[in-house]
Structures are given as structure tokens and as C-alpha cells.
């Protein structure tokens, strides 16, 4: 959004998602998962148990690691891997999932949440229609998402262990969010490099070789 000449028009208010976001982002790299990130991710997960992840719960992180997903992003600080989180595409319709997002505990409450959140909203379609996003989190991480305007849709409560029950929490983000999410990152300079677009960048120098 920028400033128009015209100094009685007033900006468009930020949506309460992007008022959350906005004074929240933090600088980093922001790439796509790799094996050699396995460790790190793993490391990631045990630096959070047991109170905003299960320890039983590691076996299937790494297997959703290895498997994938739509997009797979972590994120660096200082050279170091210290997040992971997906993000799952459900073909042509109106809603996706976000999967096993997570910061390193040394690195909460910085604004790398919130930014991994940011870059896997952006990466959501521009539709003109409105999308609904779902995640499973525990009650420690629920606190977390609530600013942003997730509200608790149910609870598992078919788990051993009633303190850790995971609640499954929904979000409608409309198309200009995910533009004004995209404008945001961009405005700090906060890039997601994507293995596609590296392909796409790549054989489009080739092309210009050609053409020189």
C-alpha cells in the first residue's frame, strides 16, 4: 500500500492478521527443506518438548520430513537452521494445512513465528475467493496463534494425556491478505527461495547466454 498524492485519502486500515504480523517480522533466510537439514529440524523439535510438542510425536515429524509436502520452508539465523514448517496445498479447493511449524526455543518469542507463519501465507493462492487455513497446535502454542485470529474449531481428546490434547484451529484469510503479507516480507527484504524458482531463474540466464 502506498501514500497517494491526495492528502485527504486515507490508507485502508490493516486487517487485524496484518496488524499482528507487520511489527512481528523478523529478518532471516527463508528457503526450502533440504536432507542435509534433518538434524537440525529434529533438534528443533526436541528443543520444544514436551511442552509444545510430544516427544511421542518425533517418529512422525521425521517422517513428514522425509515424505514432504506442498512446500517444506526452514529458516536461517546466523548460518543456523532454527525453524521448519509446511504448508499443504488441498488441490482446488478453499482451504489448506499448516504442518509441524516450529522455532527453536532459544530463538522464541523474537518474531521468527510469526515470520515463518507470514512466508507460508504467501504462498497461498490469490484467489477471489477467501481460504480457509487449518493447523493442529498444542495448548501451550494456542496462545500463539490466537493474535493472529485463529479460533479453536475442536479437540482431540482421544489422547492418553489430557494437558498435551492438540486443537485443531482455523483461519479465513482473504486475497488481499495474502498480498499484503507478500508486500511485507518484501518491504524487509525477507525473500523465499524456492528450489522451482532457482530452476526458473537458472534457465532463464541459460536462455540469455543463448540470445548474447
Known amino acids: 500500500m502506498f501514500h497517494d ?15 499482528a504480523i507487520m511489527p512481528k517480522l523478523a529478518a532471516c533466510r527463508i528457503r526450502e527443506y533440504g536432507p542435509e537439514d534433518l538434524e537440525a529440524c529434529i533438534e528443533i523439535h526436541r528443543s520444544n518438548e514436551p511442552d509444545f510438542v ?15 509436502t506442498s512446500y517444506l520452508l ?3 539465523h546466523g548460518g543456523d537452521v532454527i525453524g521448519c514448517g509446511g ?11 499448516l504442518m509441524h511449524g516450529m ?10 513465528g510469526t515470520t515463518l507463519l507470514a512466508a507460508r501465507i504467501a504462498l497461498l493462492e490469490t484467489d477471489e475467493r477467501p481460504l480457509e487455513v487449518w493447523l493442529r497446535a498444542s495448548p501451550a502454542a494456542a496462545g500463539f496463534y490466537d493474535r493472529f485470529g485463529f479460533h479453536l474449531e475442536r479437540v482431540d481428546l482421544n489422547r492418553p494425556n489430557r ?8 483461519l479465513q484469510i482473504e ?11 518484501e518491504e524487509r527484504e525477507i525473500r523465499i527461495e524456492l528450489d522451482d524458482q532457482e530452476e526458473e531463474d537458472e534457465e532463464e540466464m541459460g ?5 548474447e
Open 5 to 19: 498524492d491526495n492528502e485527504d485519502q486515507e490508507l485502508a486500515p490493516l486487517s487485524p492478521l496484518m496488524e
Open 54 to 68: 510430544s516427544p511421542d510425536n518425533l517418529d512422525s515429524f521425521v517422517e513428514f520430513l522425509q515424505a514432504g
Open 74 to 76: 526452514v529458516i536461517e
Open 87 to 97: 504448508l499443504e496445498l488441498v488441490g482446488d479447493s478453499d482451504t489448506a494445512a
Open 103 to 112: 522455532i527453536h526455543r532459544e530463538y522464541h518469542r523474537r518474531g521468527f
Open 163 to 170: 494437558r498435551r490434547d492438540h486443537g485443531a484451529f482455523s
Open 175 to 185: 486475497p488481499q491478505d495474502i498480498l499484503d503479507v507478500r508486500d511485507a516480507l
Open 207 to 211: 536462455e540469455e547466454d543463448e540470445r
